[in-house]
Structures are given as C-alpha cells and as structure tokens.
C-alpha cells in the first residue's frame, strides 16, 4: 500500500535552516504530484508548496524564496528545504501524494522555530 514517511524536522532558531525529507512506497512515485502541507495548532492544514511529476515547483506565496521543494524519482523522495525560518513557519508538516482520485498523506513531522 500506499507509505509516506517524513523526516528531518525538529527545533531551530529563528533564521535557521531545516531540509525535510519524504520517501515513499507502494506506488509509481515518478507518476504523482507531491506536496508540502502544513497545520500549525487550531488552524486548518495548508498548502505550502507542490512539484508536478514534470518537475515543475510551486511554492506558496508565504515561503516563496525561502522553501524550495525538489524531487529525486530514482530515490522516490521528496525534499523541502526551509531557509529563512520564521516562528510563524512552527507546524506540523505533512507529506502528500497525489493523482488522480488517489490522494494521501504522511503522518506527519514537527517543525519548532523559535525566536
């Protein structure tokens, strides 16, 4: 079946660097979009970037020049690298396969950026 496992995340201090990892398994990596989602607590989960299965990346407005997502097929991973963290990007950051009717999700990494 269908596994995303994300790794990477952790603590940092403000204006530091985090890179978050996303392998997957169970189903053609190279055929899916991949994303980035975000809940920080008692707000809704968000989109922070996604990059199609032609490689094309699509940050959101809020990390644009700050994150950068990138994908390696031959590895079936998925990358975010966070630069510039601010307080505000403190979330649980979810890794997300996506095509077709086929939609899922990684259980989930903590980011803590603090000031």
């Known amino acids: 079946q269908v596994q995303l496992v994300e790794s990477g995340g952790g603590l940092v201090q403000s204006g530091g660097s985090l890179r978050l990892s996303c392998t997957a398994s169970?189903?053609?990596?190279?055929?899916?979009?991949m994303g980035w989602y975000r809940q920080a607590p008692g707000q809704s989960r968000q989109l922070v970037a996604y990059i199609t299965a032609g490689n094309n990346a699509y940050p959101a407005d809020s990390v644009k020049g700050r994150f950068t997502i990138s994908r390696d097929n031959a590895k079936n991973t998925v990358y975010l690298q966070m630069d510039s963290l601010k307080p505000e990007d403190t979330a649980v950051y979810y890794c997300?396969?996506?095509?077709?009717?086929?939609?899922?999700w990684g259980q989930g990494i903590q980011v803590t950026v603090s000031s």
């Open positions: 997300n396969a996506r095509r077709l009717q086929s939609n899922n």
């Open positions: 169970g189903f053609t990596f190279s055929s899916y979009i």
